[in-house]
């Protein structure tokens, strides 16, 4: 049996025994490999299982499956890569991690402030430029990755896609459906891929409650909610750094478009495109950003209820996701930054469900217990790599990306005129 991803891989890693796992996976104190294990208690075995299966995830993601799925290699690796600003702190987290990769060579990064660019291209080894021509210029770079501020997304994009080069843009896609369009065209007319980094697609607990929903296991979904926080605007090098942008309208609109696109994507992967939404959006606690809370009611075929709560100023929570259905519930914990930064209750599970009439909760030891938020972040890389080497779409596509900001636009709508929008 060849496994092809870490979910399936880690049942029978956790029936292993530790003389079994010690031969399958890498070192768990190898931090050339395995950075991420370091976040991980090793007070019993089971957590000792979970480690390991999460250094066996930062392996997948660093080295990848290409062989072993059997599909070829249609692109020559390695596959050239360009940065077109660090701006977005995520794309450094990108090429930290694909500095490690066998088939990528880091190529060169353009990006407008020195300051912010130089010290990670000295740590990974790409040339840096003021000259964003000069990346997409380059005949060795194939595919580029754009950090920049929001409001430059889609005039690098275009750039970008005419010189044929293919295409990962941070989050969020754009400001305005125009925007997307405009990306999504420019990427069809150079035929070149165009991939979004929505990390909330490569967490194994978000994988599996997408599996449950979509196997009909809770029957019809009735409500949902999700939380998906951050403490930024609390944090003074953020208000006042080198990240400042996203707190600037023209620039990123709000942190409501800038972080609440994540559970955006996360609900329509999951649940389909929403028809409606109402929603409140404001400034709370501070008046530093355009808003720093914002809730948004999402209404889906079918007549389920969706719940999207987000917050630039909790820095503590547990509690997650609520779904509910007419045969059962799942409650996740521990699934954004201010979840994972807290002590962890020590019997209490990461992902659970309840099914109506059975004696007690399932429980899923295969779901780690995440206490880094970065590690689903650095898993965005690898997946995008394997689509362009073998040509199959990415896990997030531009059209992906556009149906995000749509939801989020309109739920900034409905706060500004109190009332429902409807989508297309």
């Known amino acids: 049996m060849i496994w092809t991803s870490p979910v399936e891989m880690a049942p029978p890693l956790l029936r292993m025994s530790a003389r079994a796992r010690r031969r399958t996976l890498p070192p768990p104190f190898d931090n050339n490999r395995a950075p991420a294990v370091n976040a991980v208690t090793w007070g019993s075995l089971l957590d000792l299982a979970r480690a390991l299966e999460y250094a066996w995830l930062f392996d997948f993601q660093r080295t990848g499956l290409a062989t072993l799925r059997g599909k070829g290699v249609v692109m020559n690796a390695p596959i050239g ?3 077109l600003s660090f701006a977005h702190g995520h794309v450094q987290m990108y090429v930290d991690v694909m500095k490690e990769f066998p088939d990528v060579r880091l190529v060169a990064a353009y990006d407008d402030n020195a300051e912010r660019a130089k010290p990670v291209c000295e ?5 840096y430029t003021p000259q964003v021509e000069e990346v997409l210029g380059d005949p060795n770079v194939q ?3 754009i950090g920049s501020e929001t409001n430059r997304h889609a005039d690098l994009a275009v750039a970008a896609a005419q010189a044929g080069k293919h295409i990962l843009v941070q989050k969020p896609m754009a400001l305005s459906i125009a925007d997307c369009d405009r990306m999504i065209a420019a990427a069809e007319k150079a035929k070149v891929s165009l991939a979004i980094g929505f990390q909330m697609r490569h967490d194994p607990a978000n994988i599996k409650m997408r599996e ?4 009909g296991a809770l029957g019809k979904i009735c409500m949902v909610r999700r939380r998906h926080c951050i403490g930024v605007l609390l944090v003074d090098s953020f208000v006042n750094g080198l990240t400042r942008w996203h707190i600037e309208a ?8 800038d972080d609440a696109t994540h559970p955006a994507d996360w609900f329509h992967w999951i649940f389909g495109k929403p ?7 404001d400034n709370v606690i501070t008046n530093v950003a355009p808003d720093d809370n914002g809730v948004a009611v999402f209404r889906f075929q079918g007549g389920a209820m969706g719940i999207l709560l987000n917050s630039s100023t909790i820095m503590v929570s547990e509690n997650t996701t609520e779904i509910y259905g007419e045969k059962g519930c799942i409650i996740q914990n521990y699934g954004d930054g201010p979840s994972c ?3 962890h209750c020590p019997d209490g599970p990461p992902l659970k469900m309840f099914r109506y009439g059975a004696a007690d909760w399932d429980v899923f030891p295969e779901i780690p217990s995440l206490r880094d938020h970065g590690i689903r972040i650095r898993a965005v890389p690898r997946p995008w790599v394997d689509s362009l080497i073998r040509e199959t779409p990415p896990p997030a596509t ?3 990306g556009r149906v995000a900001v749509e939801m989020i636009l309109g739920a900034y709508q409905s706060a500004h005129e109190g009332r429902r929008v409807t989508f297309a």
């Not at 740590?123 to 040339?127: E, I, L, P, S, T």
């Open 250 to 257: 023209d620039k990123n609109m709000g942190m409501f478009m």
């Open 123 to 127: 740590r990974v080894g790409m040339r």
């Open 275 to 281: 028809v409606s939404v109402i929603a409140e959006i």
């Open 341 to 343: 930064g807290v002590p």
């Open 398 to 400: 531009g059209q992906d």
């Open 81 to 83: 890569i360009g940065v």
């Open 212 to 215: 449950l929903v979509q196997s």
């Open 143 to 145: 595919a580029v990755m």
